[in-house]
């Protein structure tokens, strides 16, 4: 066992400290290049103070590309939409789709629900009917005991909607819970949840021992749930199939329609389609979530536990063919929120937010649901048409040139002469390598 690698205090330390000791234990032979942690620190000190306060043991910054997707037609205004994404062609897919449905209706967005979801997890060994005997009295209580925290919240029309008893003592002995549901407005609304949760567990406890002295109660947990199935958009485009002509000249309007609805479909059916086909999705919808400053792991946890929701994975987005209509849509469950948090904390959050036109939570719902549908619709055209690797490795050979240092010429050369040939890395080596050495001699 290395015990020179453990270290007590490392969060103690300066950035540079930090740098240090990964020098001296982890970069013996040199082949670490450490510089590069201060190249990517903020010359601005005091911003690069707010970007270190949000994590911890932070030593550098690590940067994603900040894209703009314009022409987003979206409940009849037009958005120019900020994406940070690291994966070559998700901003031109979601830019191309935007364009193609601009002049046919644009993408239609409509909330059905913000309900989120929070939860009081405890024991109680009394059973449940004298948990519902009291159910009443209870909830009074707990919500009388949350005054001063949800009062500005009630004031903007949110706070505490609803609280039910749920019991899994058959599943587990003596475990019940609260589950509460809540109205965040235009916050996503964790840590106001769980503040509200967690007075409910000393209220709780209070109450039962108050009641039952004999009976053992005991609060496991007080967190919100990331599963809102009662939140969530719907984002859909449609239009006459003969619309769809212009798409690709190996097919009719009507065969490109039949094959995307039955792309759609495949995923609708098949679970290994389906993690490869949401996956798409996100790639949109988690590059808007990231550049205004929201949660992309609690929206993507969320979709991906709905998309399970009848039994088996399943495709986000539908489509159907009917009647000389072509339709198209998707319904996404996404708590979020356009105040608080990184929102304002983070310069480049609210710049997002500013170009954006400072939405509301429904308007970014919205918003994002359509860049995650324009995202699936430039994927799945693809596929059924020129195949997925024919636009991507394009966007990816710029990736290839800049890992084997080509310069301006060698560049303009490569992409030229694979303007109408297949890209893959080896043959981009390949050619490159040719190239240069055509010129040595």
Known sequence: MEAKKFISGFSKLSKEEKIQWISDFYNKDGKLDLKMFEAFWQKDESLQKVLENFS????????????????????????????????????????????????????????????????????????????KEHFDRINSTLIESVEAITVNMRKRGGGVLDMELVDFSEQEDNYYQLRVSFETCDSMGANFINSVLEQFGHELKAYLNNHYKEEQTEIVMAILSNLTPNCIVRASVSCPIDALDAISPAFSGAEFAER?????????????????????????????????????????????????????????????????????????????????GLTKLHPLANLALEILGRPSAQELMSIIAAVGLAQNFAALRSLVTTGIQKGHMKMHLKNILTQFNANAAEEQAVTSYFSSKVISHSAVRDYLMDLRARVEQ
């Not at 999705?281 to 988690?286: A, E, L, P, R």
Request: charged share 20%.
């Open 56 to 131: 911890e043991n932070t030593i550098s910054n690590f940067p994603m590309p900040f894209g703009i997707a314009p022409n987003f037609h979206i409940n009849d205004k037009v958005y120019a939409v900020p994406m940070v994404i690291e994966e070559s062609s998700v901003v031109a897919a979601a830019s191309s789709a935007a364009k193609f449905w601009m002049d046919k209706g644009g993408f239609k967005c409509e909330v059905l629900g913000t309900v989120k979801i929070g939860q009081l997890h405890f024991k109680f060994s009394g059973g449940v009917d004298a948990l």
């Open 260 to 340: 995307f609805r039955m792309a759609v479909r495949i995923a609708e059916i098949d679970p290994y389609r389906a993690t490869t086909h949401n996956k798409g999705i996100y790639n949109g919808v988690d590059s808007v979530v990231l550049a205004t400053g929201n949660d992309f792991r609690a929206v993507e946890a969320c979709g991906h536990a709905y998309a399970s929701k009848d039994g088996s994975y399943a495709s986000l987005s539908h489509c159907t063919v009917e009647e000389g209509i072509f339709k198209f849509w998707i319904d996404l469950p996404i708590a979020l929120g356009t105040v608080g």
